[in-house]
């Protein structure tokens, strides 16, 4: 049986992707220098694919920054402003991944968002009057002919036409409509291009197949494909689908002329039952997502195999598969030096995840309960994995409605909170980490190689707050923080504070760009061993008179940015790491802090795709979880939580029920839309809209940003309207971030002359 995967990670095993591009960007290396290590970092990838035994390779997978982005680059949708900066090919893409300030001009870069329920995120590709979208397809082919150089049977791959004009936005005033046509003829182009090369089967991405659709949708995703499909010749289509099932348009899928269906049998809920209802085509083949795209644990071979099974029956053209892409888990175990092999027998990376479709594939072949392979793999995951806390599991258990409410509402607290404070009118505060210079990662580099001590680390770290604390005086903000030097990343650094927690050294995942986050690991019952933060808080908020924020990271997000069990259920894990972060939040509050922000930059992030689903699969669970949290503090002891990088018009009351006393969020990217959400629902909670983009290196003017400013209080009352950057200032450099803040300070404070 044949094998195959959806995508493969691109950052390099070692980041060597990350390093090299950002060295680019620093003008240390030539372009040339960064394209040789790109195409080491594919040859190598596809070399273990084939190693491992996987029959066909997917390319094009591999991408400077993002596919989205390079896809847009195909169709030619460069919008105007980038092209007019003269700037080579290259730096024109970089240019719109990042933005760009310098001699050839001042743009903004693309909108970023979440890509479906990852926490992966894809810059919004943008469509503009006039664009005229014509195949640019040197990139695919290059890389498709590279593989052929190296013996490797390639399949080009792109996101499709369907899931770009649904993530696309389209300028003022146009339809996206107007761009069908024409999209549908590049792809044409594409399919033409490809017969003439001689591609044996090409894979177009369509994951927004999983989302709802409604009858319009259908059609558009019809129209789209009946056109394309038109000019396919003799290349081979698989429409690959992944993040859940079809179930909206299974009927359209079958019936259309494409060669392969790619179905998520993972997060697919109902794609095995589609298809033992509905049959699966005779002529088709059937790319069956069986491996986990998403998680790093090995999978059960028995429930694999079983399915496997059950799929023979419906076809006999099956080809095994991953879920989704494994850009979303790390390379290879491997590399993981410093984990006991009784706790990386469990698991199972991108290379591992190829040798499990491998075996998987020879072992349904054969009458395989009594194989190695098999038994091998069955004693460890049907094995028991140990870290349990019986008390904790008996708390979660124990809770009840009141542990979920803080007792004197909202308007009362806000009034005591800012009293209490001393706070102006348009508060400025920022959302916590300061620029991690080279010094902060140096201190923590050290630490981790055993070089100096925690004290000795601690000493440092001390001093960087004083610094940061004397900075933001300077800078005259209202609200201070410590600046978050204690942790290179808002999830890992309470993980490794947590009992139940397991940590890799090389379990990267990209993030954006080249971004890169390391998810711990939740491995058993979580628990707080002893306070976290509370000495950095306390010891910043003794340099100053101004209040200091405390500095949290929510359970929902911790969830979601970790990789999670798969014996328990989710909401079992939010509970057992809400309780350990409510401990801290009474620790940080009997130090006398009394702004606390507990940070759920991930809180949309797992919201199940389909609404039918969204409260009882999740946020029922979620709100309760982060109220959790702070339900024990005193009416004037303010709450601020925080949240980035998702739309999140469509649940601004459920954000209301979080009961906050402030929000920050992201909002410069996503253009300030999510304004209008929150007056039409008449949001309580007090909010800072980010009044601009951290992403990008560009410094916001006095002007830009009180002129956002102005747009925010026609839309929020002005006693609620906070001041502040839309996210953390950890990767940005000093300068950027010393002009930004002064400039953010100094339009706060022509508002309230105003
Ligand atoms: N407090 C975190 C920081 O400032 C928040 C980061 C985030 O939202 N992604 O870095
Ligand atoms: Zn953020």
Redesign the pocket.
Known sequence: MNTTIVGYPRIGKMRELKFVIEKYWRGEVTEAELKETAKTLRSENLKKQKQAGITVSPVNDFSYYDGMLDLAVMLNAVPERYRKLNLSELDTYFAMARGYQGEHGDVKAFAMKKWFNTNYHYMVPELEEGMELKLQSEKLFAEYEEAKQLGICPRPVTIGAYTFLKMAVAQEGISKITYVAPIKEVFQELLQECNKRGVEWIQIDEPALVLDMDEADKKLFCELYEGILEVKGSVKVLLQTYFGDVRDCYQELTALSFDGLGLDFVEGKYTEKIIQENGFPKEKYLYAGIVNGKNIWKCDYEKKLALVDSLKKVTDKLILTTSCSLLHVPYTTKSEKKLSVDTLKYFSYAEEKLEELHELAELSEKDYVNETAYKRNIEVTHSERGMKDNSICKQVAALSKKDFVRNVPRTERQKLQREKLGLPIFPTTT?GSFPQTKEVKANRSRYRKGEITKEQYDEQVFAFIKDCVEKQEELGLDVLVHGEYERNDMVEFFGENFGGYVFTEYAWVQSYGTRCVKPPVIFGDVKRIEPITVKYSKYAASLTKKPMKGMLTGPVTILNWSFPREDVSNREMAFQIALAIRQEVLDLEAARISVIQI?E?ALREKLPLRKAEWHSDYLDWALEAFRLCHSGVKPETQIHT????SEFEDIIKEIDEMDADVIT??ASRSKLEILDALKDAEFETEAGPGVYDIHSPRVPSVEEIVEALRRMLDKIPEEKLWVNP???LKTRGIPETEASLKNMVAAAKILREE
């Open positions: 959302i940070d930059a925080h949240m980035c990088y969020f992201e839309d996210c953390g």
